[in-house]
């Protein structure tokens, strides 16, 4: 299986801040990477996928880059309703496998 | 308009099988890169893939799973069903059905259903 490592686990950043995620994969995968936003006692929502493309609907703050092993999500202008954590998905290989989260909290 | 629910029971004791029907709306199973998985998220940890049904009938299981998992479709009443063999407590979770419209994304969730395990 293909693991993927996110980091860091949690943050905590001011209104404003841009925010990045890192997430890798323990083999290369080119972009078959999403992002996923969860929000406390919500089902996670996507908003990154092909580790790149912006879901539609999705505020132009968020964006992902990376392809092979390292990947990014950056949130360019961190708003309060942005708070919750979020997750990498790999796609390239089944089992399809999650990174650990990363919990975004308000400074 | 996309909808997933799952239903299920709330609470299993160790050694039972575990059924779970995700009942969508929105799309058919028998649509050509149709698919629906199921993924588990343990209280306060991260998210889990366990199963995919696709839209020729094919399935998938998780690796550490695929010996207690079963994944089935009923296309007519626009169901899938997990089943899970062997519960144990730290099957303790809440359970989400997604679909895949082209095989790579989840891009429609259910809300989830939590299931306890304990005797």
């Known amino acids: 299986d293909i693991q993927m490592t996110q980091s860091p686990s949690s943050l905590s950043a001011s209104v404003g801040d841009r925010v990045t995620i890192t997430c890798q994969a323990s083999q290369d995968i080119s972009n078959y990477l999403n992002w996923y936003q969860q929000k406390p006692g919500k089902a996670p929502k996507l908003l990154i996928y092909?580790?790149?493309n912006l879901e539609t609907g999705v505020p132009s703050r968020f964006s992902g880059s990376g392809s092979g092993t390292d990947f990014t999500f950056t949130i360019s202008s961190l708003q309060p309703e942005d708070i919750a954590t979020y997750y990498c998905?790999?796609?390239?290989?089944?089992?399809?496998?999650f990174g650990g989260g990363t919990k975004v909290e308000i400074k | 308009q996309v909808t997933l629910r799952e239903s299920g029971p709330a609470l299993v004791k160790p050694t039972q099988t575990l059924t779970l029907t995700c009942t969508f709306s929105?799309?058919?199973?028998?649509?050509?890169?149709?698919?629906v998985s199921w993924i588990r998220q343990p209280p306060g940890k991260a998210l889990e893939w366990l199963a995919r049904i696709d839209w020729d009938d094919d399935k998938y299981y998780s690796t550490s799973l695929k010996t207690r998992l079963t994944i089935s479709k009923d296309t007519s009443k626009n169901q899938v069903v997990l089943t899970m063999t062997n519960m144990d407590p730290v099957d303790t979770a809440t359970y989400y059905c997604?679909?895949?419209?082209?095989?790579?994304?989840?891009?429609?969730w259910g809300q989830g259903t939590l299931v306890t395990v304990s005797s």
């Open positions: 997604a679909r895949s419209s082209t095989v790579t994304k989840f891009d429609y």
């Open positions: 998905q790999q796609y390239d290989n089944l089992p399809f496998t």
């Open positions: 929105g799309f058919s199973l028998s649509t050509s890169g149709m698919c």
């Open positions: 092909d580790a790149s």
